[in-house]
């Protein structure tokens, strides 16, 4: 009679550190998801920015900082003495003329 109550909470326990299991591997999948949609969207913005540059024939640091300020991602333009950096690319200027681009990433 006690086997059966034993073998029963035991399935029990069993059955829910399985669905526990199964429910942390699905949220973390979905938070991964998140961060991977944020990188690709941050991405994206500096293609946009970087391509502005190039459309536009952009050569020295003024034009540049002036023609990103206008842009809606301006806010995450940091700017330093020689470089420019964006959201996950960074500007390298020489002589106030722009001579690379890196990814930071």
Same mark, same amino acid.
């Given at each position: ?17 399985? /669905? ?7 949220? %973390?999948?979905? #938070?991964?998801?998140?961060? $991977? !949609?944020? +990188? ?11 391509? /502005? ?7 020295? %640091?003024?034009? #540049?900082?002036?023609?990103? $300020? !206008?842009? +809606? ?11 420019? /950096? ?16 890196? !990814?930071?990433?």
């Amino acid at each position: 009679m006690i086997k059966w109550k034993v073998a029963f909470f035991v399935v029990i326990f069993i059955w829910l550190i399985t /669905i526990m299991l199964f429910g942390f591997i699905y949220f %973390k999948q979905e #938070i991964i998801i998140c961060f $991977s !949609k944020a +990188e690709v969207e941050s991405f994206e913005q500096d293609l946009g920015n970087v391509s /502005i540059i190039f459309n536009r024939n952009l050569k020295t %640091k003024k034009q #540049i900082e002036d023609k990103l $300020s !206008k842009n +809606e991602f301006s806010p995450f333009l940091e700017k330093k003495v020689d470089t420019l /950096i964006m959201n996950k690319t960074k500007l390298v200027f020489e002589n106030d003329t722009l001579v690379e681009i890196i !990814k930071k990433y």
